[in-house]
Nanobody, 126 residues
């Protein structure tokens, strides 16, 4: 059974940092492109960041560019989202996603990706 499990969310003050992790299991994700999305209360899910399977290409939403960094663990089955200079508007449930076909650029435009995690809550207080 394929699973993506997010962790690392929590409550942080504005200006602080958090690192989210997404652990993949159930199959080899080495060739999968990975991404992070988020959904704030009352809003639609939105793209945050994506990383191609090789790590050669990354893509970020304008709202997080320069503050968030997506990366992959050496074992290829974990992807991270380092979030710095957090703002109250970053408050949302953050979801990890994986897709075999759509790369870092295309992932930003689609929601029908192959696999999704259950999400982890990030709350940024002002």
């Amino acid at each position: 059974q394929v699973q993506l499990v997010e962790s690392g969310g929590g409550l942080v003050q504005a200006g602080g940092s958090l690192r989210l992790s997404c652990a993949a299991s159930g199959r080899t994700f080495r060739s999968y492109h990975m991404g992070w999305f988020r959904q704030a209360p009352g809003k639609e899910r939105e793209f945050v960041a994506a990383l191609s399977w090789s790590g050669a290409d990354t893509n970020y939403a304008d709202s997080v560019k320069g503050r968030f960094t997506i990366s992959r663990g050496s074992a290829w089955n974990t992807v991270y989202l380092q979030m710095n200079s957090l703002k109250p508007e970053d408050t949302a449930i953050y979801y990890c996603a994986a897709d075999a076909r759509r790369g870092a650029q295309a992932m930003a435009l689609r929601t029908d990706l192959d696999y999704w995690g259950q999400g982890t809550q990030v709350t940024v207080s002002s």
